[in-house]
């Protein structure tokens, strides 16, 4: 009789928690962690702890997608309406799928058109009796918009905006929380002035009458601010500063009990989070996943001994020891800009950008030769960083693959193991196609050199599905970032479009391609004497090998690079000019003599050779047309 009484209180118990709505339990103290697997799993962990069912906000988790849902912060806030995420597939989430399930949800707001989430996905949402309202216009700026103009529509009493600069995530997750507690919509902008979708916006609602402009001048020019209805601005040196100044300039609206953290390279958690935090009226704070977050002492200074601080994400994104925001920990930021300044000059050495290489080590582990004290986050030089495929250090060197390096020096030896990154980087510019005219300093010129170094296979072409961003679109997406005053990534890069690349494969070595624009120069410093040496020895190189063509053009990448230097005398550009001439002859010799062999691999090799004289100055009219007339005919005959 007691298990039958006690099975019978059960289920009355069961019953009745299956009557309370799940808000009921949003109410509590939230973990000091919401973190999954993926985006779309962290996500969902966000979306519990707000306790809202019925509407959600659907948003693509890859980084080309996400830009789009940057400003949905303050619609799904007014909606009640968490924000939920799924890749670039044609199917939804399975996760996110049994999310909506679970929340009830029965309309959905899709932040993206169908280039990014696609007719599949809302097609199962259609089947699973969902309402979809798509809020994807033809870019990011035009989306902002549409998201406003929702707000509106639905009767949100909106009086003020705020801007944010749409190239850079940073700054409009520093004021999504704030901007959604408050139904402020985000709109984005160009740096030079407002798209007409969103001038047409405020022109359409008078009664918004003042705006905040998230990001100084270097971002914002202040003709945007001539366009805006009383702007305020809001800026820091760094976009880590920005949103120092952000929390800063609006404690009096924020409360501390709850703070959140998220990784604002990634910028995903952060995203999904900013709902969850204005029900708190929370600030985020960004981290750059390396140092202790900038906003962290000001947080902290209003933070009581019974605060909670919960990381978005999982200890790759967000570690313990920055989750403490820095508070009892040693700042790591001194020995992040020692690493710092050993890649600048290891980059140097090899004639790489250093803004590159920094990239490619960010990507590849976060800077980390050693794994990280949890406490202090400063390294344990005992306990060498080895990925789970095997990549040792801070350039994720696989001896697998590379077996010709010193496995232990490659663990212990920060300096070696950058070297060897170098080496290895330098050994796939040589091997994968050039661009443009070679400069080295060009940073979209490395593109493939990129790709290739993490594999020169079809994953890395954008036109092949992998479920996010290939590896050198990250590193030139991380190249477009500034964080703090030890790690600038800036300027950016320009990618090459997946329209001129192939529909799956890397391209053909022998491929001709120009350089992409806007171009952006990097900062390798300026050494003629290195680059006239390195132009030499490849000019020079001895070796039993035909056609010699692919060592002049590897030496003529050396001296157009000097070329180019705007820090070169004349005196030096005229020997650097005869330097170039005579390797444009001889590259032309050699590209003629395959024309004679009458093979179309031949041609091919002759074309590209013809296209690399085009590519550089043009310092004598004969020898260019006569490069132009080798081209054309070469590729003729292919």
């Given at each position: 009789m007691r298990t039958k009484k006690l099975f019978a209180s059960l289920t009355i118990v069961g019953m009745a928690l299956t009557m309370v709505p799940l808000n009921a339990f949003a109410a509590g103290t939230v973990p000091t962690r919401l973190a999954g697997?993926?985006?779309?799993q962290t996500a969902i962990k966000i979306a519990d702890q707000t306790g809202w069912t019925g509407t959600a906000i659907l948003a693509s988790s890859a980084s080309y997608g996400m830009v789009d849902a940057l400003t949905s912060g303050?619609?799904?806030?007014?909606?009640?309406?968490?924000?939920l995420l799924t890749g670039p597939g044609?199917?939804?989430d399975p996760a996110t799928r049994e999310e909506l399930v679970k929340l009830a949800v029965t309309k959905v707001y899709v932040t993206s058109g169908t280039a990014v989430i696609s007719q599949g996905v809302l097609d199962e949402l259609a089947a699973m009796k969902i309402t979809v309202v798509s809020l994807g216009g033809v870019d990011r700026?035009?989306?902002?918009?549409?998201?406003a103009e929702q707000m509106v529509t639905l009767g949100a009493s909106v009086s003020k905006v705020a801007v944010a600069y749409g190239w850079l995530i940073q700054d409009a997750l520093s004021i999504a929380s704030i901007a959604s507690q408050a139904s402020e919509p985000i709109l984005l902008t160009d740096s030079t002035g407002l798209s007409s979708s969103a001038q047409s916006f405020l022109q359409a609602n008078p009664g918004i009458t003042a705006s905040d402009v998230i990001?100084?001048?270097?971002?914002?020019y202040d003709s945007v601010l001539a366009q805006l209805p009383t702007p305020t601005r809001h800026f820091g040196m760094t976009a880590y500063d920005t949103n120092d100044k952000v929390i800063k300039d609006f404690a009096t609206s924020l409360e501390f009990n709850q703070v959140y953290l998220a990784n604002g390279v990634t910028g995903i958690d952060a995203l999904s989070g900013a709902p969850l935090a204005a029900q708190t009226k929370s600030a985020i704070v960004l981290t750059d996943g390396?140092?202790?977050p900038v906003a962290g002492a000001f947080v902290k200074g209003n933070m009581s001994a019974a605060s909670v601080v919960t990381a978005l994400g999982g200890e790759a994104v967000v570690s313990e020891s920055q989750r403490n925001l820095g508070v009892g920990a040693v700042d790591a930021s001194e020995q992040t800009a020692i690493v710092g300044k050993k890649i600048e000059d290891m980059a140097n050495k090899f004639d790489i950008p250093p803004v590159l290489l920094k990239a490619i080590a960010h990507l590849e582990s976060g800077w980390k030769q050693y794994e990280l004290d949890p406490t202090t986050g400063l390294p344990l030089t005992d306990q060498p960083f080895i990925s789970k495929d095997g990549g040792i250090g801070i350039m994720q060197i696989s001896p697998a693959n590379y077996p010709e390096y010193d496995v232990e020096k490659l663990k212990s030896d920060l300096d070696y193991n950058l070297e060897v990154g170098c080496r290895i980087l330098n050994n796939k510019w040589r091997a994968y196609p050039k661009i443009g005219d070679g400069n080295r300093n060009v940073l979209e010129n490395w593109y493939f050199a990129v790709w290739g170094y993490n594999a020169w296979t079809k994953e890395n072409n954008p036109n092949y599905y992998t479920g996010e961003d290939a590896y050198q679109d990250k590193v030139f997406g991380l190249m477009g970032r500034k964080y703090n005053s030890a790690i600038t990534f800036a300027p950016g890069a320009t990618n090459l479009a997946k329209s001129l690349l192939p529909s799956e494969n890397p391209p053909t070595l022998s491929s001709c391609w120009s350089t992409p624009v806007p171009v952006h120069v990097g900062d390798l410093a300026f050494d003629l004497e290195s680059l006239i040496f390195n132009g030499d020895y490849w000019y020079e190189y001895q070796i039993d090998q035909?056609?010699?063509g692919d060592f002049y053009v590897q030496g003529l990448g050396f001296y157009i690079t000097a070329y180019n230097n705007p820090?070169?005398?004349?005196a030096d550009r005229a020997t650097v000019s005869q330097k170039i001439l005579s390797s444009y002859d001889k590259l032309l010799d050699e590209a003629d003599a395959l024309v004679l062999e009458d093979k179309d691999t031949s041609y091919a090799i002759a074309a590209k050779y013809y296209w690399t004289v085009l590519q550089g100055p043009n310092l004598d009219p004969e020898i260019r047309d006569r490069a132009n007339t080798g081209y054309q005919s070469a590729l003729a005959k292919q």
């Open positions: 697997i993926t985006a779309e303050p619609l799904a806030s007014y909606l009640k309406a968490p924000i044609k199917v939804l700026f035009e989306t902002s918009v549409n998201i990001g100084g001048t270097g971002v914002i390396v140092t202790s035909q056609p010699r820090l070169v005398t004349v």
